[in-house]
């Protein structure tokens, strides 16, 4: 049993509904380290940048009209810096979070009733206890989903049950609410889950091509045949693909006599902060750089890290596997066991 996270950035989405048009200015506080860089406003749904400005005096201001608010993530120099709705009126982004306008702080509070919730069923062992808080967990967002089903927010928060649904559940949803069926993210994911039975356990690997600095790379091209190779997509600003990475480099150390090689595919990320990244985590296999969203569109990744075992034939072993699962069936696809 765990709890659905409402935290993942690379989930975020905007809602195209007509709601509030009018008129937005977002003012992010940031540092003198980012005065004179550009700042943007991405639309996470359509991937569009809608804003842009110069950082100035540690801020950077946008001012524009909408014809309906949207969920957005600031960007600063290819980092990101926030999430927040942007809506008709003033919004302030401190600390990465939008604040001052009336869906930023309704989410905020939701945000708040769902961290204690966390924290409480992290604190308690009491497994009764836990079945309760969990419950009331998932009553709570179906609560808030209903109440919000005609704004970001209820986007948002279909988004994250959506997450663990499987086609026919994704069906049924979109027919309950089907407002969302407009959604780019909400389309896409849902062309994902079609990929992704396709790169399953039991298929073949389907090769890609990425040229970036002059320079064309396959997958095939360290997908050798006759050797075991995983393959890791990731980010540098991924924690979790952060920490996949110390299991890969145990794994590699393990195993790189005995047949296994692995590459990394560096999607939705900037190639600076990849290789630096490289760098400092001393990663020693071969990498695709600013893969972007060739690869993820292929395979139907949806989150990252995705993790695949690929046999000396060509057919997928294992998908989605980490830490102590993704070592054993390492283990068992060099003795034979997966087939």
Sequence with gaps: MKFK??????SLVASTMALN????????????????????????????????????????IFKG???????????????????????????SVVNKQGKGSILNEKMNAYFAQFGKLQKDYSETTDTT????????????????????????????????KMYEMDKA??????????????????????AAMKQKELTSPGNKYIDFEITYDGKTSKLSDYVKPGKYTIVDFWASWCGPCMRQAIVLKEIYAEYKD????????????EPQNTLEAIKTKELPWHNILNAQT??????GISGIPCIIIIGPDGTILSRD?????LKADVRKALAGELK
């Design 5 to 10: 996270s409402l935290f993942i950035a690379t």
């Design 169 to 190: 559940q994704v069906e049924a949803a979109l027919n309950q609410f089907p407002q969302f069926k407009s959604s780019t993210r909400v389309n896409n994911y849902i």
């Design 21 to 60: 048009a009018g008129n937005y200015k977002v003012t992010a506080q940031l540092t003198e380290d980012e005065n004179g860089l550009t700042a943007y406003i991405i639309n996470y749904d359509t991937k569009q940048k809608v804003d842009s400005t110069i950082v100035e005096n540690s801020q950077a």
């Design 65 to 91: 009209t909408l014809e309906a608010p949207f969920f957005a993530q600031l960007i600063v120099d290819g980092d990101r810096y926030g999430s927040f709705i942007v809506e008709d009126g003033f919004v």
């Design 129 to 160: 206890k836990k079945e309760e808080i969990y419950k009331t967990y998932n009553t709570l967002l179906d609560v808030i989903l209903e109440q919000n089903a005609n704004n970001p927010i209820g986007l948002y928060l279909f988004m994250q």
């Design 258 to 269: 005995k047949g296994l090689e692995i590459v990394g595919v560096a999607v939705w990320d």
């Design 321 to 325: 596997k980490q830490g102590d699962e």
């Design 294 to 299: 060739i690869p993820t569109d292929l395979y």
